[in-house]
Each structure stands twice: as C-alpha cells, then as structure tokens.
Nanobody, 115 residues
Framework: QVQLVESGGGLVQAGGSLRLSCAASGSIFSIGTMGWYRQASGKQRELVAT???????GYADSVKGRFTISRDNAKNTVYLQMNSMKPDDTAVYYCKHSSVWGMYWGQGTQVTVSS
C-alpha cells in the first residue's frame, strides 16, 4: 500500500513559480508510475504530468515547457516544478501512484494563480 501527501500549494501571481512535493510511504514507491493531476472548480480532473519508474516523463500540452516533473526514489518523493504560471493553472493538484498492485491518490493541494 502507498500513502501520498502533497505539499507546496499556495497563492502565486501570474508569471510566478511554485514547486509541489508528494511524499510517499510504502515500499513499492520506486516501482510505480507517478502522476500529477489537477481539478479546477466545476471541471473534470485532468492529467498534468507523469514520470515512470525509469524516469520517462510525459506532459499535457497545456503545461509543456512550463512544468517539470521529477522524482527522488531515495526520498520517496515526486516533485512538480511549475514556472510561468497562468490563472488557468488554478486548481487542486493531486499526485497518484500506479503499479500492478493498484492506484493510490493523495488528498490534494490547492494552487491559486492570480492575474
């Protein structure tokens, strides 16, 4: 089983940066794919970025070139560096761990970008 706790959310002005962290407990962290998702008010949850156990990354078109996902398996932590942020990035951000043993979600962290 994996437990995930996100942190690093907050209020930032347009053009600014934030770094989200997702700390995981559980011995299977390093062998799963990690993802960051977000859900804006009144909208469906959407994929932001993923990183495989081998370090391969993928991004939604809306964040390519602005966001960077990374992971530190020694610390059981995945990060999302968000630069050049826009008001449309405002959402609750969730991390997810996926493996053959199942999927686990964190509780989410609010990110608000003011114009």
């Amino acid at each position: 089983q994996v437990q995930l706790v996100e942190s690093g959310g907050g209020l930032v002005q347009a053009g600014g940066s934030l770094r989200l962290s997702c700390a995981a407990s559980g011995s299977i962290f390093s062998i799963g794919t990690m993802g960051w998702y977000r859900q804006a008010s009144g909208k469906q949850r959407e994929l932001v970025a993923t990183i495989s156990s081998g370090g391969s990354t993928g991004y939604a078109d809306s964040v390519k070139g602005r966001f960077t996902i990374s992971r530190d398996n020694a610390k059981n932590t995945v990060y999302l560096q968000m630069n050049s942020m826009k008001p449309d990035d405002t959402a609750v951000y969730y991390c997810k761990h996926s493996s053959v043993w199942g999927m686990y979600w964190g509780q989410g962290t609010q990110v608000t970008v003011s114009s």
